[in-house]
């Protein structure tokens, strides 16, 4: 009787252990990915990615002198990047991108007054590839700006509102705040400042070339 009955409790508690545990596979199926981003949301970071930037050769194209025709040249550059980043890769970032918020300019008075606000993409890096928002497990970069030696600073947004023009390119030496937020379907990132200065010059040596340009950042309140 005692074996009877030790034997129909192990039975019944091993199907009991199957049955939770086939309910737990179901739950999982079907709301896992609601359940990690509940519980466990991504958590999302923007970094500047090196603050000495990338020197690389740029392919300019202009419109030649006959009808139709296209002159090419190239000019040195250097590029500086913006990294979006998850500490949990496990749990994506579906649909991220990073978007400028704000830049901030000198008023004639020397004070900094709000110049543009908004809410506009930043161009991933080789956007000729990849140019849709990202899934992000692992980290992401988009272009920041770009100074052309003997030219000028310009600002990588994906595309460029009418109000937004006056403000991304720049012939000579500029002081300015920007700001950026990354958003996913999940969750944004806090908003990441960053400070620009360039006095206009420009030097081949990484080193040489920090003197000129300089990039410092910060993050700030989501709710600024």
Known sequence: MYEQTYKFWLTWGVNLAVAV????????????????AKWFPPQLKLSVLNRNGEKCPLTIRSAGITLGSVHERTEQARFYHLQVSNSRRWSAATNTQVFLTSITLPAPNREFENSWHGEVPMRWKHYELSGRPKNLGHAAVCDLLSVVKGQALEIHTAFSPNNLTP???WAGPINLFTTFVAISDQIDSEIFE????WDGQWEDDDAAMSE?????HDRLSRHL
Do not use: S
């Open 194 to 197: 960053v400070e620009i200065h």
């Open 167 to 169: 403000f991304l390119k």
């Open 21 to 36: 545990a086939t309910i737990l596979v179901v739950v999982a199926a079907l709301f896992g990915d609601l359940l990690r």
């Open 212 to 216: 000129h340009l300089l990039i410092k």
